[in-house]
């Protein structure tokens, strides 16, 4: 059964395809300098970070009854396992609950929490500060079959299949994406064929900047 497409969705997906909306969610770090340029051309992968893996995300959820079974009957994690409910750390009355979901080469990869406060309310996550994650497809299944596996579970695709580059949709990564929102309306980037400092070479030799086009 297909899912109903809320407002949210209605009102958001038309604007997240436009590059003018996404290069004002990232104004901010352009200003600063974190984000330097806006060109896809000018992101070569030229050499290895110091940083070698990402361990894993770890995302509030406003209620991980709903949030882990979407995960895992529509996405394909494996859920690890789910903690008992205990006092938050830093918040004196605040309680929480987690569940460990794990991708195919990556155990844990995506820890969804859940938090009560201290009159046992659940409390909502909020997006204010977050723009996406992506997760990598596997191997030999592209994001063009992924895109379908989503439309057959129901789920409503925001943007996408796309791919970044400069005669794509101008971004960066050289990558093929498509994008949907999660319940708590956290946006979900599904993605294969980046480049990387090991296909690199292979694929652009010594070309650089919009050569690489």
Not at 86 to 113: D, I, M, T
Not at 153 to 165: A, L, Q
Request: charged letters at 25%.
């Amino acid at each position: 059964m297909a899912k109903q497409i809320s407002k949210f969705e209605t009102f958001i997906s038309p604007l997240l395809r436009r590059k003018v909306v996404r290069e004002l969610i990232l104004l901010p770090s352009t200003l600063s300098g974190k984000r330097f340029s806006n060109k896809t051309e000018d992101y070569g992968v030229f050499k290895a970070s110091l940083v070698s893996h990402l361990d894993s995300v770890a995302i509030y959820v406003s209620n991980l009854n709903r949030s882990v079974p979407w995960y895992v009957e529509r996405l394909g994690f494996v859920h690890e396992g789910t903690t008992e409910i205990q006092n938050h750390p830093h918040f004196p009355g605040y309680q929480l609950r987690c569940a460990y979901l794990s991708s195919k080469y990556h155990k844990n990869a995506l820890v969804l929490v859940e938090r009560t406060d201290e009159n046992g309310k659940k409390v909502p996550p909020s997006t204010n500060s977050f723009f996406h994650i992506a997760f990598e497809v596997e191997d030999g299944r592209t994001s063009y079959e992924f895109a379908k596996r989503l439309r057959d579970e129901g789920i409503f695709i925001s943007y996408g299949p796309v791919k970044h580059n400069a005669t794509g949709d101008g971004e960066s990564g050289g990558n093929v994406a498509v994008y949907i929102f999660d319940p708590d309306r956290h946006y979900v980037e599904f993605f294969y064929d980046m480049d990387t400092v090991d296909n690199y070479k292979e694929r652009y030799g010594e070309l650089t900047g919009s050569q690489r086009a």
